[in-house]
């Protein structure tokens, strides 16, 4: 593997982690294609603390493009329905 696969590579997982709502919720495909850009354009500095890659792009999703942010939007929407589920459960 070259270096800029790895690079690319850990840039990916980076982003996929990022872009996470919470640590159950499987990173989307849609996700990473939307959103690797917008991540690396606005949250590169944060690369490779994910906490801080997550944070960035919550903090910045009124700059991201918009497939990115409608991703996003599907993707907290199905982690709170996902707690609130688990919270009825219980």
């Known amino acids: ?45 944060e690369i490779p603390d994910i906490p801080r890659i997550r944070a960035c792009m919550v903090q910045k999703k009124a700059q991201v493009s918009p497939g990115c942010r409608a991703v996003m939007d599907r993707e907290a929407a199905a982690a709170a329905a996902a707690r609130k589920r688990e919270a009825a459960a219980q």
């Open 1 to 45: 593997m070259t270096r800029y696969q790895t690079i690319a590579t850990l840039f990916a997982f980076a982003t996929a982690m990022a872009l996470q709502t919470s640590p159950s919720l499987a990173f989307s495909p849609e996700a990473q294609q939307m959103c690797s850009g917008d991540a690396m354009r606005l949250c590169a500095s």
